[in-house]
Structures are given as structure tokens and as C-alpha cells.
């Protein structure tokens, strides 16, 4: 069974109208977090509160970039040049990056959001504009990525340390690929059905939609904010990690 885990969320996700009791409810129960860069979610000032936020609680701070899709919340593949996509990640994570230094803190990682962490995790040619722009930020850069894809290679093969990533309420399918949103059982909304897969996590296995039990690496996981009872379900979560004596820890 897994002693050490690291629970991440994405947060910062608001856009002109930011709310700090959403993502200040969850803080206390995760050790990363996932900061929107602008082009799904996050304006400016929001980005500047959820890295004060965060460096408050001692949280570790990622970038969440995205397609520039802000009217789909970046929950839709865009076609874009090789040239396009590394300008958009080097843009989104620089942001990031240096206004997370000017308030003291440190990047930790970067994780792509929504279709674009989903496409990268199947596409070559996706997976490396990602991994080249992070390069050119931080050679050393961490990477939050689904174990054994795409990305998770192509960033190891350019030297990024990966963190193999799964998803605390989203249902697999017997690809370990995530259940596209659009189809009946993509997020698993009962508190005994998440807890379920977590005690999974910890055993290496995940089962899936088709009704398999799969190996599947599980160093970081991940939670969403932006579902009804987030914070009662974190709460749950790290506590239940606890009972089992589950360090939970962003190192």
C-alpha cells in the first residue's frame, strides 16, 4: 500500500468575479495546487489572491495552463500549430511563474487543463509543444501527467521530473484514459463511491467503466473544485488518508 501521497486541486478558476471562500475552504486539506493561467479561467487579480492563498497555507503552487478557450473553460481541443501551442504554454507558465516569484514563492510544477492535459495524454505532437515550452521555462520542471501516456513520456524524454496523476472523481476507461464528460458516469458524485477508488489508488488498482481492475500509478491526486460539496469532499479525503496513515505531502 502507498505511505506517501500528494493531494493537488485546481483552483484560481474564476474570472472576474473572484470568491476566495471556494478555494480557502479546500486549502487546508490538499498539499498542491493548480493556479488557472488566464486562458481557461483566472484573471490577473485572481491569480494574485490564489498564490497568496497558497503560499499562506504552505501549499505547493502549479501552473494550469490551458487552450485559450475561455467561453469552453478549455474543455475543448483546439487545432493548433506546433509554433501556436508552445507560445501558449510559455506565455501562461512564465505568468505564472514570475508573478509567483515577486510574491516570494516558488513554482513547484505545471499541469496542463482540461482537453489539452486530456489530448496530450494520447498525442505525440501535442505532448512535446508542452514539454519544450516547459524546458525553455525550467529544465528541471515537474510535471503533473497521467502515468504511462503521452505526455508522461515525451516529458521524461526531455528531461521533466513526472508525477504520475490520477483522479479522485472521475471514472476510467479500460484504456486508463478519463471518461469524457459528455458521456453518463464521467464524475463519480457519491462521497462512498470516491473513497472507494481512492482506497484503490493506494492499492495500485483502479477499476474502470468497462469493468476491469488495472494497475494504475497514483503519486498525486487530484481533486476539483469546482463540483458541488468540494470542500466536505477534500475534507473526506484527507481524512481518510489519515486513517490510513497516508502521508500526505506535495515533496
Given at each position: 500500500m502507498i505511505k506517501k501521497i500528494d493531494l493537488n486541486c485546481d483552483l484560481g478558476e474564476f474570472y472576474g468575479m473572484y470568491d476566495e471562500r471556494r478555494d480557502s475552504k479546500i486549502m487546508p486539506y490538499i498539499?498542491?495546487?493548480?493556479?488557472?493561467?488566464?486562458?481557461?479561467?483566472?484573471?490577473?487579480?485572481?491569480?494574485?489572491?490564489?498564490?497568496?492563498?497558497?503560499?499562506?497555507?504552505?501549499?505547493?503552487?502549479?501552473?494550469?495552463?490551458?487552450?485559450?478557450?475561455?467561453?469552453?473553460?478549455?474543455?475543448?481541443?483546439?487545432?493548433?500549430?506546433?509554433?501556436?501551442?508552445?507560445?501558449?504554454?510559455?506565455?501562461?507558465?512564465?505568468?505564472?511563474?514570475?508573478?509567483?516569484?515577486?510574491?516570494?514563492?516558488?513554482?513547484?510544477?505545471?499541469?496542463?487543463?482540461?482537453?489539452?492535459?486530456?489530448?496530450?495524454?494520447?498525442?505525440?505532437?501535442?505532448?512535446?509543444?508542452?514539454?519544450?515550452?516547459?524546458?525553455?521555462?525550467?529544465?528541471?520542471?515537474?510535471?503533473?501527467?497521467?502515468?504511462?501516456?503521452?505526455?508522461?513520456?515525451?516529458?521524461?524524454?526531455?528531461?521533466?521530473?513526472?508525477?504520475?496523476?490520477?483522479?479522485?472523481?472521475?471514472?476510467?476507461?479500460?484504456?486508463?484514459?478519463?471518461r469524457s464528460r459528455s458521456l453518463d458516469g464521467a464524475v463519480l458524485h457519491e462521497k462512498k463511491s470516491v473513497l472507494k477508488q481512492m482506497a484503490s489508488f493506494l492499492d495500485g488498482v483502479v477499476h474502470t467503466q468497462g469493468g476491469l481492475d488495472l494497475p494504475i500509478t497514483a503519486e498525486t491526486v487530484c481533486l476539483h473544485s469546482d463540483t458541488e460539496g468540494a470542500a466536505e469532499l477534500a475534507k473526506e479525503i484527507h481524512d481518510f488518508l489519515e486513517k490510513h496513515e497516508v502521508e500526505i505531502t506535495s515533496a
Open positions: 498539499s498542491s495546487c493548480n493556479i488557472a493561467c488566464g486562458f481557461h479561467s483566472g484573471d490577473p487579480v485572481t491569480i494574485s489572491k490564489t498564490i497568496e492563498l497558497a503560499l499562506e497555507h504552505e501549499v505547493a503552487i502549479g501552473a494550469h495552463p490551458s487552450y485559450p478557450d475561455l467561453q469552453g473553460f478549455g474543455r475543448r481541443i483546439m487545432n493548433l500549430s506546433t509554433e501556436e501551442l508552445e507560445a501558449c504554454i510559455l506565455y501562461q507558465v512564465s505568468a505564472l511563474k514570475g508573478m509567483t516569484e515577486s510574491l516570494g514563492g516558488k513554482l513547484h510544477h505545471v499541469k496542463p487543463h482540461g482537453a489539452l492535459y486530456n489530448h496530450a495524454a494520447k498525442d505525440e505532437g501535442v505532448a512535446l509543444g508542452i514539454a519544450k515550452a516547459i524546458v525553455q521555462i525550467q529544465k528541471d520542471m515537474m510535471i503533473y501527467a497521467p502515468a504511462e501516456s503521452k505526455l508522461a513520456k515525451v516529458a521524461k524524454d526531455v528531461g521533466l521530473e513526472v508525477r504520475s496523476e490520477v483522479f479522485a472523481d472521475r471514472q476510467y476507461e479500460d484504456d486508463l484514459s478519463l
